[in-house]
């Protein structure tokens, strides 16, 4: 081994030597090379390698990686103990995005209160609605009736200042009770229902309606109601006629519109009463049994509940066409037998009787994103993870349908005059700004509320409960002004 390993080193220190090869050189003549050495004579003959230390960060081993799950089961777990706001987009309105203009407040309490009835404003701050009670509970809802139909005026100066007065604390069971109520206060009382909740007619009554017959898990955006009509109603009215004890939501928030077109950023206010609303709306035949009509939760009812008030509906297309005209409405017939409306409307009106101007239109629930905006501040207001999922699950809807799949083939959509879209950031200033009127308190079983429509815009907040909810809806017929 010696001998190999000296023979070696003797021909490594060679290797910058020539070796010339004449014509008489033999085989025997060749300078001796030796074999290269093998891999064992080389791990014999060189050092060990040093031992490498320990490796602090291993990949864990087959029997350690269960030890991930339980740890990814409990971030998990944790997500929903996280606080809601976490979840949702920024809703606050920076000051510096407002109109400097402030809205002038009324007195706490009216001064021509009559001396059985008690007064004050549900929220101070805002001063609406103004919250009328009896002094004590001889006093029916049936004086009341008699009382508002012999003092319209005095109502009617309530409802310019506060937007909407709320009876609360009166024995209301009937629907007759209800009825009678907003009769007293005007004979202008409508029921042809052009709005896109799906409502029925309550039994014996002439004008009385369920609220909405939305699920229980759904949202209905803030809006006046019908005001994407060209004639929307002047008047509306709620009765509270089942509120269980153990509801959680079902609130129906109240917003300022006056206060809304007055702190409206100047940007905003620019593009909306230079370019205005255009409406699209997409109803599918009752008969329809299509994914696209039964699943887009876009599409809220047929063209058959939407007009049936015209007898021939079902089976006259000529009918609802004269009927969507008369609306305002530009009708047109697609696929499957869906009518499609489409109308431009200004975004703000002016109040028929204090002149004011408000933001008057159906942008808040029409509008592709509005779902996913209302989810976001249901969950805030309820503090419920479940709805910030829904709202971030209707912005994907939103992201998916009206933009990558075009709007306009789906049940709703919102643009400027002549199709422009309408910029996302005046949208949610928007948005914003409505929630920042708006005012949420919890419904008492027997209340019953007028409101002026054209001051206060109302929605509903999705609910839980063991029991029934039930609220009933009157609606007056436009200003003799618009008619």
Not at 210 to 231: D, G, I, Q, Y
Not at 240 to 255: Q, R
Not at 278 to 291: D, E, I, L, M, N
Not at 347 to 373: C, I, K, M, Q, Y
Request: hydrophobic letters at 40%; glycine letters at 4%; proline letters at 9%.
């Amino acid at each position: 081994m010696e001998r190999s390993n000296a023979h070696l080193q003797q021909q490594l220190g060679k290797k910058d030597e020539q070796v010339t090869v004449s014509p008489t050189t033999t085989m025997d003549t060749l300078p001796l090379v030796s074999p290269p050495p093998s891999r064992e004579t080389l791990r014999e003959t060189l050092p060990a390698a040093p031992a490498a230390p320990d490796d602090p960060v291993r990949r864990p081993t087959r029997r350690h990686r269960w030890l991930l799950w339980p740890l990814l089961a409990a971030v998990v777990a944790a997500l929903p103990l996280l606080p809601v706001e976490v979840w949702l987009p920024h809703m606050d309105l920076p000051s510096d995005d407002l109109s400097s203009t402030a809205d002038p407040l009324p007195p706490l309490i009216p001064a021509d209160v009559p001396s059985f009835l008690n007064a004050t404003c549900l929220d101070s701050e805002r001063r609406f609605p103004l919250v009328v009670t009896p002094v004590d509970p001889s006093v029916s809802i049936e004086r009341v009736s008699e009382w508002v139909e012999r003092n319209r005026d005095i109502v009617t100066g309530w409802l310019d200042a506060y937007g909407a007065v709320l009876l609360r604390g009166f024995a209301v069971e009937e629907v007759a009770q209800f009825e009678r109520v907003a009769m007293a206060y005007t004979d202008r009382l409508d029921n042809i229902y052009l709005g896109t909740s799906p409502r029925e007619p309550v039994t014996n009554s002439e004008f009385v309606f369920t609220a909405s017959e939305f699920e229980s898990w759904k949202v209905v955006p803030m809006h006046c109601e019908m005001s994407f009509l060209p004639r929307p109603p002047e008047h509306l009215f709620f009765f509270a006629k089942e509120m269980p004890p153990d509801m959680v939501g079902g609130e129906t928030p109240l917003v300022d519109m006056r206060a809304v077109a007055r702190e409206m950023g100047e940007a905003t206010r620019a593009v909306f009463e230079r370019k205005g609303i255009r409406y699209v709306r997409a109803y599918p035949s009752a008969r329809s049994s299509h994914p696209l009509d039964k699943y887009d939760p876009f599409k809220t009812k047929s063209y058959e509940a939407m007009f049936r008030h015209v007898p021939s509906a079902a089976s006259d297309a000529a009918a609802v066409e004269a009927e969507s005209r008369r609306q305002g409405f530009t009708p047109s017939w697609g696929p499957r037998g869906i009518l499609k409306l489409t109308h431009e409307t200004p975004a703000f009106r002016t109040h028929p009787r204090t002149g004011d101007e408000v933001w008057h239109n159906h942008l808040g629930v029409l509008h592709s994103a509005a779902w996913a905006d209302e989810f976001a501040h249901a969950a805030r207001h309820l503090r419920s993870a479940r709805y910030a999922a829904l709202s971030w699950l209707f912005y994907a809807l939103d992201a998916l349908i009206h933009r990558g799949l075009f709007g306009e083939a789906f049940g709703q959509h919102v643009t400027h005059r002549g199709g422009e879209p309408i910029a996302a950031e005046h949208v949610w200033h928007v948005r914003r700004l409505m929630w920042k009127h708006t005012l949420t308190a919890p419904w008492r079983q027997g209340d019953i509320i007028l409101v002026d429509n054209f001051r206060l815009a109302h929605a509903r907040m999705p609910f839980s409960t063991a029991g029934k909810r039930r609220l009933w809806a009157i609606w007056a017929k436009p200003p003799a002004s618009l008619e």
